[in-house]
C-alpha cells in the first residue's frame, strides 16, 4: 500500500510547491500523509483484519491526494 500511494503523494506535492502553491497547503497536505501512514501501520499491527486505524490511513492517504490533485488543477485559475 505505501508503495502504490506514497510515490504519487510526494510527486504531488512536488509539483505543487513547484507551480507555487501556498507552505500552509503544502504542510497541511504533507502532515496529512505522515499521519495518514502512522495510522495505516498503527492498524496494520494491531489487527489482521479490519481496523479502525487502516480505516482513517487509507481515507486520509487518498483525501491527501484528492487535495493535492484540486489544488495542481485549480492553481491556473487561483493565481
Avoid: D, K, Y
Avoid at 70 to 75: A, D, E, P, T, V
Amino acid at each position: 500500500n505505501f508503495v502504490e500511494h506514497v510515490p504519487l503523494a510526494l510527486l504531488l506535492l512536488a509539483l505543487a510547491e513547484a507551480g507555487g502553491a501556498a507552505a500552509v497547503a503544502l504542510h497541511t497536505a504533507g502532515a496529512t500523509l505522515v499521519l495518514a501512514r502512522v495510522l495505516h501501520a498503527w492498524g496494520l499491527s494491531t489487527s489482521a483484519g479490519l481496523s479502525t486505524g487502516r480505516f482513517w490511513g487509507v481515507l486520509l492517504t487518498w483525501l491527501s491526494i484528492l487535495g493535492l490533485s484540486l489544488c495542481l488543477l485549480l492553481q491556473p485559475w487561483i493565481h
